[in-house]
């Protein structure tokens, strides 16, 4: 009962919230009341207690449950961002069905059944990415459609690379068929460009980088914090439930090693280029996710707990950068074409929250991503200077990306630094534009962005808890014994 | 040698879905396409036939795709008819108005001066040749379903959407590729798991691959249609010139 509330509440609350979703104070106070409902429910399902229901097993790991209440808590986070943060008409519904859709991905072992679900979410989070806030005056944007278009293609080819790697495992027997292109290799193949799809790793990135340019925060962090961490929790959940694929390729986790090391490279190099504010945590985005990838390629207990630990500081991290970045992208006062460099000056908060969420995807202590950080770098330097020094010439790149991108936009001079100009003849102090009196950050969001900087902090600080929890995860994950 | 019509049915109502343009044809050719691979699947008999259809044993399985191919080319073909309506300008200002104006203007300019050009088919139509040699070859060289047809059957479908995807002009076109592939994992699907070898067929899995074909369809008529309410055309090229 417990799990068909956990997968049916919150899709029941979604279609009651699309009905009223203009009234947008009573929809946010609906759904958080539902990410209360499901975090009692979450916290009341037994770990490891399989249950059985249309021939499909439903199973809640410790880490599964872990992930589902972070999940769950940043989903709450976001809906209280949307109280003043702009987002599309339908972001309410289509979170809490994002939500319903990962939780039951969680919950699941089947890997038909779990790529089918993850190529739904993909659909969902299409329109998430196409919506307009109610009653909108403007036209969605032809970048945001061709956005939302790439998303939907790649994500649906992502599925079906994963379905027949899904199929071909169904009927695969080690040491079968000597002589022909081991099967091993070709399933690990196919499962490594569907994840790299969906994980946004270097070549197949592109729709992260436009998901990030031209679509909400409150979106795009949604969907990088939820459907990209799943995506990795699955590729760890295909990964114990065939461990043969590992060890009948060797050669095929050195493959993924090396692509995770050129997609933290070139997603850090990228970042070193002057962009937009948004291109630059794209970038860092990017950097973060090849350095998680890579912790789960090493197949080592260390890595692999980095790798966790990791995925888990990027959800944070994340909604932390987007709700700061939809602070600072706040009408002040200037023309929408003004270049800004005083944000941190003009908005304290949300400079100080993009600034820590940035270091905290860099692993810079004493935030979250230190601990992991370090983990990553143990297990790379296990397999010697050849990984570890690449890992770390991406981490420099990513990090003089953001101190410049940083130095441009969040602490240029002041406005009213400037130097006034002397009264012209005849001009007197009442012809002068009267001097701007902004509203300070809201107080709601501030707060919550503040609360965010200060969970990066605290974990960063004290990571025992978190990390003996991920230890106790890894001792039970077959594959890593076996390797 | 015994020719096999539904493989051959699937086999040109994919490459008219490759090679056209009109989304009438393509959309019809779609609909062919969803009954061939069904008749198909009830012809190899992969799951054994569990009702009685106009004199003949079917399985249920076969009816849910022939219904999930219905409701796919429905909402695509409704979309489609429906793309004249003007849908929430009550809400837009001034200059969106005027925007969607130009876009008008714009996309009927472009239409008067594209005429059929032989050109625009050779891509799509060397496509479908590669696609067809690597489907006859593939299946001796990695055969992966329990027969050569199967084999084909799913090869076929997945390069031919594969190549729609890669030669599309227009977001309805790709769409139609994105539901080929489907229909070939979908196939695939069927065909390995239901042997005796695998693990079997389970209804949660076929349920939710017919509720993403059709959500599949859903999304894409959704975008097609914001598409061109705001462009007044469904070509590509336009969403990434502005």
Same mark, same amino acid.
């Given at each position: ?28 106070? +609906? ?9 009692? +429910? ?70 038909? &059944? ?107 962090? +949604? ?235 605290? &974990? ?9 929890? +991920? ?8 594959? &890593?014994?076996?390797? | ?23 009438? =044809? ?34 249920? =399985? ?173 070509? =590509? ?6």
């Amino acid at each position: 009962m417990l799990y068909l509330l956990l997968i049916f509440f919150p899709i029941t609350i979604a279609l009651s919230t699309f009905v009223l979703r203009r009234r947008t104070g009573l929809v946010i106070f +609906i759904a958080l009341g539902t990410v209360l409902t499901q975090l009692l +429910i979450a916290t009341q399902i037994p770990v490891d207690d399989p249950t059985r229901l249309l021939g499909v097993t439903l199973i809640l790991s410790a880490l599964s449950r872990t992930f589902l209440l972070v999940f769950l808590t940043l989903g709450g986070f976001a809906f209280v961002a949307a109280w003043h943060l702009p987002h599309g008409e339908n972001f309410v519904p289509i979170t809490l069905l994002i939500l319903a859709q990962v939780g039951t991905v969680l919950l699941l072992q089947d890997p038909f &059944i779990t790529t089918l679900l993850l190529a739904l979410t993909g659909l969902t989070a299409v329109l998430a990415i196409v919506d307009l806030p109610a009653g909108a005056s403007v036209l969605v944007g032809t970048r945001a459609i061709a956005a939302a278009l790439k998303y939907l293609v790649l994500m649906v080819v992502a599925a079906a690379l994963m379905y027949v790697a899904f199929v071909l495992t169904d009927i695969f027997r080690p040491d079968e068929l000597p002589g022909r292109i081991s099967p091993a290799r070709f399933i690990l193949a196919l499962l490594s460009v569907s994840f790299a799809l969906r994980l946004a790793l270097v070549p197949f990135h592109t729709w992260l980088t436009d998901l990030v340019d031209f679509a909400e925060p409150l979106v795009a962090g +949604i969907v990088i914090t939820l459907l990209n961490t799943t995506s990795l929790l699955v590729l760890m959940l295909v990964f114990q439930t065939f461990p043969t694929l590992l060890f009948e390729s060797e050669v095929a986790l050195s493959m993924m090693r090396l692509g995770a090391i050129v997609s933290a490279v070139v997603a850090g190099a990228l970042a070193l280029a002057p962009a937009s504010l948004r291109h630059t945590l794209a970038y860092l985005v990017l950097y973060n996710g090849g350095m998680v990838f890579y912790g789960l390629a090493s197949a080592s207990p260390v890595g692999l707990a980095g790798a966790i630990f990791g995925a888990l500081n990027q959800t944070v991290a994340v909604l932390l950068l987007f709700v700061s970045l939809g602070l600072l992208e706040r009408p002040d006062g200037r023309a929408p074409s003004a270049l800004r460099h005083d944000l941190l000056r003009r908005w304290p908060v949300a400079g100080a929250g993009l600034l820590a969420g940035g270091m905290a995807l860099l692993g810079l202590p004493p935030l979250n991503g230190a601990v992991s950080h370090l983990l990553l770098y143990q297990a790379a330097a296990a397999k010697g200077w050849g990984e570890l020094l690449p890992l770390l010439v991406a981490t420099l790149f990513a990090g003089v990306g953001l101190a410049r991108s940083v130095a441009a936009h969040l602490l240029g001079p002041g406005e009213e630094a400037v130097a006034a100009e002397p009264l012209l003849l005849g001009e007197t102090e009442l012809d002068r534009p009267a001097v701007r009196r902004l509203d300070p950050e809201p107080r709601s969001t501030a707060a919550l962005t503040l609360l965010l900087l200060l969970i990066c902090l605290g &974990i960063g600080l004290y990571p025992q808890p978190i990390l003996a929890m +991920i230890d106790e995860a890894i001792r039970g994950l077959a594959f &890593i014994r076996v390797l | 040698m015994q020719i096999n019509w539904f493989i051959i049915g699937i086999g040109v109502t994919a490459a008219v879905v490759l090679l056209f343009r009109d989304w009438r =044809l393509t959309v019809a050719a779609l609909l062919l396409n969803y009954l061939a691979s069904a008749l198909f699947l009830a012809e190899q008999q992969f799951v054994p036939p569990d009702l009685a259809f106009l004199g003949r044993a079917i399985s249920s =399985l076969v009816l849910v795709k022939v219904i999930t191919g219905f409701a796919v080319t429905m909402i695509l073909g409704v979309t489609a008819l429906t793309f004249e309506g003007e849908y929430g300008l009550e809400s837009l200002d001034e200059f969106g108005l005027a925007e969607l104006r130009r876009a008008a203007r714009v996309a009927q300019r472009q239409q008067a001066n594209a005429p059929f050009q032989l050109s625009d088919y050779v891509l799509p139509f060397w496509a479908s040749v590669l696609a067809l040699l690597a489907s006859l070859t593939l299946p001796r060289v990695y055969p992966i379903a329990p027969t050569e047809a199967s084999d084909f059957a799913w090869y076929w479908l997945a390069l031919t959407g594969l190549l729609t995807l890669a030669t599309a002009s227009d977001l309805l076109k790709v769409g139609l590729g994105l539901l080929l592939c489907v229909s070939s994992i979908d196939l695939l699907y069927t065909a390995v798991v239901s042997a005796p070898q695998a693990s079997g067929l389970n209804v949660v899995p076929v349920a939710l691959l017919s509720l993403f074909n059709i959500l599949l369809a859903l999304a894409i008529a959704y975008l097609s249609g914001l598409l061109y309410g705001r462009l007044k055309t469904l070509e =590509l090229s336009e969403l990434y010139k502005r």
